[in-house]
T-cell receptor, first 111, second 115 residues
C-alpha cells in the first residue's frame, strides 16, 4: 500500500526564519495536496500540485512537486506566529479512490 | 453555505456503548470519507464512499460501519466502543472521487473519548 512520510515530525522556529517541510511517497503521486490544521480545528486546503516539477505559491508559502512525482516540499518564508499549526500532505493512493494523508508536521513559531 | 457539518463536536462513551457520528455536506459532492486522527499518526482513512449506495473500507475499518443512503449524508457508526477508538474523527467530502484537481473539504471534527 502507498504511504506518505513527512519530515520533520515537529519544528520549532523563531519568527522571521524560513523553513521547509517534506512529504515523501512510496509510490508515484497523482495529485498532491497540502493542508494546514490549526490546533483543535479542521483542515484548511492550501494548494494542490499535479505535474512533475510543478511549483505553486500563496502568500509566503511555496509548494513544489519533484520531477519524479514522489516527493513534495512546502517552504515558508519569513515565518510568522500565524503559520503555526499542523501541516499535512495528502494524495490519491496509487490505483485507488482513496485519499490518504501523511503523518503531519507540527510547526511552532515563537516571537 | 455550511460546507461539511459534523455532529457532535464532543462525545464521551463508556466501553461497549454504540453511537453514530453524523456528517452532512451541502455541496452535492459525490466522494465522502471518514478519518481518525491520533497523536503522531496523521489522518488514517476509516471508510469512504464514491457515491450514494457505494462504500468501501479504508486503512482502519475494524469496529466501524458506514452507509450512504443519500448524497448529503455519510454517518459513521461505532458498534461497540473501545478505549482504542478514543480519537478525533474527521469527515471530508470532494466533488468527484479524488481525481487530481479536486480538493477535499473537511468538517470541524468530533472529539471522542471512550472510558
Amino acid at each position: 500500500s502507498q504511504e506518505l512520510e513527512q519530515s520533520p515530525q515537529s519544528l520549532i522556529v523563531q519568527e522571521g526564519k524560513n523553513l521547509t517541510i517534506n512529504c515523501t511517497s512510496s509510490k508515484t503521486l497523482y495529485g498532491l495536496y497540502w493542508y494546514k490544521q490549526k490546533y483543535g480545528e479542521g483542515l484548511i486546503f492550501l494548494m494542490m500540485l499535479q505535474k512533475g516539477g510543478e511549483e505553486k505559491s500563496h502568500e509566503k508559502i511555496t509548494a513544489k512537486l519533484d520531477e519524479k512525482k514522489q516527493q513534495s516540499s512546502l517552504h515558508i518564508t519569513a515565518s510568522q506566529p500565524s503559520h503555526a499549526g499542523i501541516y499535512l500532505c495528502g494524495a490519491r493512493a496509487y490505483n485507488t479512490d482513496k485519499l490518504i494523508f501523511g503523518t503531519g508536521t507540527r510547526l511552532q513559531v515563537f516571537p | 453555505n455550511a460546507g461539511v457539518t459534523q455532529t457532535p463536536k464532543f462525545q464521551v462513551l463508556k466501553t461497549g456503548q454504540s453511537m453514530t457520528l453524523q456528517c452532512a455536506q451541502d455541496m452535492n459532492h459525490e466522494y465522502m470519507s471518514w478519518y481518525r486522527q491520533d497523536p503522531g499518526m496523521g489522518l488514517r482513512l476509516i471508510h469512504y464512499s464514491v457515491g450514494a449506495g457505494i462504500t468501501d473500507q479504508g486503512e482502519v475499518p475494524n469496529g466501524y460501519n458506514v452507509s450512504r443512503s443519500t448524497t448529503e449524508d455519510f454517518p459513521l457508526r461505532l458498534l461497540s466502543a473501545a478505549p482504542s477508538q478514543t480519537s478525533v474523527y474527521f469527515c471530508a467530502s470532494s466533488y468527484s472521487g479524488v481525481a487530481p484537481g479536486t480538493e477535499a473539504f473537511f468538517g470541524q471534527g468530533t472529539r471522542l473519548t471512550v472510558v
